[in-house]
């Protein structure tokens, strides 16, 4: 029907090999990587035996499935509890168990496979080294079809709720060049392993003293791409398009520099204050902050209903600025500038973070939520001008009235005296 190539967005359909496949049988151009590279990076096992060849560090763990849980317990206890128990094929931080005693193995580890079949067709499992702090720190790659692999630096993407990110930024605040040069090499060779075309992201953990590990290569353009995009310059779409129309990358590693600082902030339709539970309904009001070095991505209008199907995102909120600092200043403003009712959202918990001294001094790591925001009445606004008068009458009320109920017949009730008040208020 006279179409040329697919480019599969980053939903299900772009991590999909047997998708890819069928595109390509008909003729059409898949904009991505090979079916092979896709069902390769698929599995977190077959990804790390991949990249073994390489001099890649791996965080410590079982590199097969577990299928002797006595051996499987012997190897968690050698590396030291707490553990992780993964799903191979798991995506999203779905599939993820932390072991904290070796008395509770058997039990999570039985949970963890049947979690892996239900949610991912593929029961196989295996153990990590459960990092106390981590970050998590990402290198964008892009490869072209005459084999030239270059990386576009990292995003830091350590605030993150539930194994998911939340808000990302580009570049880290605590990487060196040396450092980001060698996770850049590292990422470059994870992508050589699989042959790899396309835009792809190779994911590190990086430990308190700055030790980096292997996590897993997403085989797609990713969310949080537009940060890359602002501080390279680059339309990493455009690139997609012309890597996958057999054009050789214009540009080599030593033509790539990093400029300016940029913050992404998913926008979820969430409840920050119930646990960043999905909150559905209608947009009522839906208004978009403007301006320098504010981006927008979204797909919604004033009106329109928040499905319940999927990640309940409805923008990613995008700030770019000359460095950090500036960066953080313009997504405060487009924060308290951007107007949406009818749902809860994840902006309020935003401007906790753009606020909060840890994320100001570049000094946090995945644990952020549970550290600093055990309690999510912060959130809560400060009173308005009117709630505040409000309150004041009616302490006043009740106070009076608790003095005069043995003089006074019939004492004002706080409601008709707050409706008085607000007679006078608008005359
Ligand atoms: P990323 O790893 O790019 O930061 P997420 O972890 O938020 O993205 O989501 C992982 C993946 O789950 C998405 O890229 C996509 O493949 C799938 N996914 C999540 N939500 C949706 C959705 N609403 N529609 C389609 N796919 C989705
Ligand atoms: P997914 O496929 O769901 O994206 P990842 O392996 O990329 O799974 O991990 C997602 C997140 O889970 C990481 O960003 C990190 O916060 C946490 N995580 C994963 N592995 C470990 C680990 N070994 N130790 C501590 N945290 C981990
Ligand atoms: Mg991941």
Same mark, same amino acid.
């Given at each position: 029907? &006279?179409? /040329? ?5 980053? @939903?299900?359909?772009?991590?999909? !090999? ?6 390509? =049988? ?9 079916? #092979? ?17 390489? #001099? ?38 779905? $599939? ?19 979690? !892996?079949?239900? %949610?991912?067709?593929? &029961? !196989? ?17 892009? @490869?072209?079809?005459? @084999? ?49 075309? $396309? %835009? $792809?992201?190779?994911?590190? *953990?990086?430990? =308190? ?24 310059? *680059? ?53 978009? +902050? ?12 004033? &009106? ?18 000359? /460095? ?17 009712? &009818? ?37 809560? +606004? ?5 709630? %505040?008068?409000?309150? !004041? ?26 409706? /008085? ?7």
């Amino acid at each position: 029907m &006279g179409v /040329d190539a697919i480019h599969p967005g980053y @939903g299900f359909l772009s991590e999909n !090999a047997q998708f890819a496949q069928q595109v390509k =049988e008909a003729g059409i151009t898949f904009i991505g990587p090979s079916p #092979n590279a896709i069902e390769l990076m698929g599995s977190k096992l077959a990804a790390k035996a991949a990249v073994a060849q390489y #001099n890649i560090p791996m965080v410590p763990g079982t590199e097969y499935a577990i299928t002797d849980l006595e051996e499987a317990k012997v190897i968690a206890t050698n590396i030291g509890f707490p553990i992780l128990i993964k799903a191979s094929a798991g995506g999203g931080g779905k $599939g993820m168990r932390v072991v904290e005693r070796v008395t509770e193995f058997e039990e999570q580890m039985q949970l963890a496979v049947s979690e !892996a079949t239900s %949610a991912f067709g593929n &029961g !196989a499992v295996f153990i990590e080294k459960y990092i106390g702090s981590p970050r998590h720190i990402e290198i964008q790659v892009l @490869g072209d079809t005459h @084999g030239n692999i270059v990386h576009l630096f990292e995003r830091e993407c350590s605030i993150q709720r539930r194994h998911q990110k939340v808000i990302e930024e580009a570049p880290s605040a605590v990487l060196t060049p040396e450092l980001r040069a060698q996770m850049g090499r590292c990422a470059v060779d994870v992508a050589k392993a699989c042959d790899y075309v $396309g %835009a $792809g992201t190779v994911e590190f *953990l990086l430990d =308190e003293n700055l030790n980096f590990f292997f996590l897993e290569m997403n085989t797609r353009l990713q969310v949080e791409h537009p940060v890359t995009e602002q501080i390279t310059g *680059l339309d990493l779409v455009k690139e997609q398009i012309k890597i996958a129309q057999g054009a050789p990358l214009s540009f080599s590693q030593k033509d790539l520099s990093i400029n300016g600082h940029a913050l992404e902030l998913r926008v979820y339709a969430e409840d920050p204050t119930n646990n960043f539970l999905p909150d559905i309904g209608t947009l009522t009001t839906y208004k978009r +902050p403007q301006g320098l070095g504010v981006r927008v991505d979204d797909g919604f209008e004033e &009106g329109m209903e928040i499905p319940i199907y999927y990640d309940p995102m409805i923008a990613k909120l995008v700030t770019f600025g000359k /460095d950090r600092q500036d960066a953080i200043d313009k997504m405060i403003r487009a924060i308290d500038e951007y107007q949406i009712t &009818g749902i809860e959202t994840t902006l309020p918990f935003g401007r906790f973070v753009m606020e909060h001294e840890a994320f100001r001094s570049g000094n946090f790591d995945t644990k952020f939520i549970q550290r600093y925001f055990q309690d999510p009445s912060v959130l809560k +606004p400060a009173p308005s001008q009117e709630e %505040a008068e409000i309150a !004041a009458v009616l302490a006043a009320l009740f106070a009076g009235q608790t003095k005069e109920t043995s003089t006074s017949t019939t004492p004002a009730t706080p409601t008709s005296a707050m409706s /008085d008040w607000r007679k006078n208020r608008l005359k």
